[in-house]
């Protein structure tokens, strides 16, 4: 399995961010196609899960967040 470790450090200092879970709000379909069958609550429930679903692999390594390949926006607050 493959993690998603967001890098927050300049190179060399070990400042890193695991994410561990995450909710989806939107392609959840696709994600469906890549786990199998399974209750969408464990789609992205852990982080290798959530890597399957994604479809996020070794060739993510040192991809720039502020790329078009992998990115992270701003987030809605679901209640």
Not at 21 to 27: D, F, H, I, M, S
Not at 40 to 63: M, Q, R, V, W
């Amino acid at each position: 399995y493959y993690q998603f470790n967001v890098v927050a450090g300049s190179e060399g200092t070990p400042h890193a961010c695991l994410v561990r879970a995450v909710e989806p709000l939107e392609n959840i379909d696709l994600m469906r196609l890549r786990r199998g069958a399974m209750k969408d609550a464990n789609l992205t429930s852990g982080p290798g899960k959530l890597c399957l679903a994604f479809g996020i692999d070794k060739s993510f390594n040192n991809e720039d967040l502020l790329g078009e390949k992998v990115w992270i926006e701003e987030g809605v607050e679901i209640k």
